[in-house]
């Protein structure tokens, strides 16, 4: 009965140094999974949806030309105005429209799909992961 | 008890020794004819012992950060310099600089920089939109001057007549109100409306006209 309780105190000391730990050391581990942000969207959710996607890469003409998601226009920023009129040619109300960019990092995704949502295109969403999660897609 | 005293001692002695910022949060407003900003973030360290600046991360790829060194000994100050390219943004753009250090590898620290970008003329929204079979009534579409730009509204054009626009001044030289009406909506079709400015700089703007 005696070695019970040592070896509940043992563990209840050793508990307290461990949650400190996981709450505030600086190189605690991560427990959760990143939260999608508002407007983003997972890949395996938008290959459900099936071919009625409209997807639009947010990233340079260069990364474009490079590789792309198949069927995706080119819609950036730097060139909106000229890139625009295409978006508006190709896009059809109600449509899902996906941006994405190179990575999780990047804003470029969140940028366009603000400007497009502006411009009362809707439903517009974020890729989460952008071109990388669709490079890696099993 | 005494153990957890040590433990919240040890565990808030991490908390120092980090870099003291001096402007963390920038905020600039930018005129029409300016293509970038530059924000430069001072810090000291005030710590005891040399600090290494490991990495400098952008939230995007229009942020560049420069450091002309990396390790910082106690008491020494440095500045990190980030140049923000508009390249076709405009509004309010939240910019950050995660700046992680040998002291918090896993807790980088966020510089934020705030860019009010101003645009010489503004049309909102870009594209205005029917379906096939609604009621063709008028749309507007607004535009507005930015207070420094010495451009005014000189026409608004429909490449296609049966799209028809209506110009109106709403406030003198600075902002101006668009009225579309389609002739009829029963099938796809649209128009581009070309806006022209006036003054030293003419320029033609673009909204679009849908019927889907």
Same mark, same amino acid.
Not at chain 2, 13 to 23: D, R
Not at chain 2, 154 to 175: C, F, H, R, T, Y
């Given at each position: 009965?005696? =070695? ?5 105190? %043992? !563990? $209840? ?6 949650? *400190?730990?996981?709450? #505030? ?40 030309? =490079? ?5 995706? %226009? !080119? $819609? ?6 000229? *890139?625009?009129?295409? #978006? ?51 | ?212």
């Amino acid at each position: 009965m005696r =070695a019970l309780r040592q070896a509940l105190l %043992i !563990l $209840l000391a050793a508990l307290v140094p461990a949650g *400190l730990t996981a709450a #505030f050391h600086p190189r605690r581990a991560a427990w959760t999974q990143d939260k999608l942000l508002p407007g983003e969207v997972e890949l395996q959710t938008v290959l459900a949806w099936g071919s009625d996607v409209l997807w639009v890469d947010a990233r340079s003409l260069k990364d474009y030309e =490079a590789e792309h998601v198949p069927g995706a %226009i !080119l $819609l950036n920023l730097e060139d909106w105005e000229q *890139l625009f009129p295409r #978006f508006v040619d190709q896009w059809r109300p109600e449509q899902k429209v996906v941006v994405y960019c190179s990575s999780t990092s990047c804003e470029l995704s969140h940028e366009v799909a603000e400007r497009l949502k502006a411009n009362g295109i809707a439903p517009v969403f974020v890729l989460k992961g952008g071109w990388e999660a669709w490079k890696n897609r099993k | 008890m005494r153990t957890l005293l040590f433990l919240l001692w040890a565990f808030a002695g991490s908390a120092f020794g980090q870099l003291a910022w001096e402007n963390p949060e920038q905020t600039f407003n930018s005129k029409p004819q300016d293509a970038s900003v530059v924000a430069k973030y001072r810090f000291t360290n005030n710590g005891k012992e040399s600090i290494k600046i490991e990495n400098v991360k952008t939230s995007c790829g229009c942020t560049t950060a420069a450091l002309t060194k990396t390790e910082y000994a106690p008491g020494e100050s440095g500045e990190i310099e980030a140049k923000f390219i508009f390249a076709g943004r405009t509004g309010r753009q939240e910019k950050a600089i995660m700046v992680t250090t040998s002291v918090a590898p896993k807790e980088p620290t966020v510089l934020r920089l705030v860019v009010n970008i101003e645009e010489p003329v503004k049309i909102q929204p870009e594209i205005v939109f029917w379906r096939v079979g609604d009621q063709p009534d008028p749309k507007t579409i607004h535009i507005a001057v930015a207070d420094d730009s010495p451009a005014k509204i000189a026409s608004v054009e429909s490449d296609n007549p049966a799209v028809k626009v209506q110009l109106k001044e709403v406030k003198p030289g600075k902002e101006y109100e668009v009225q579309v009406t389609p002739a009829s909506v029963t099938q796809p079709g649209g128009a581009t409306l070309l806006i022209r400015t006036d003054g030293d700089n003419p320029q033609t703007k673009y909204a679009y006209v849908r019927i889907k």
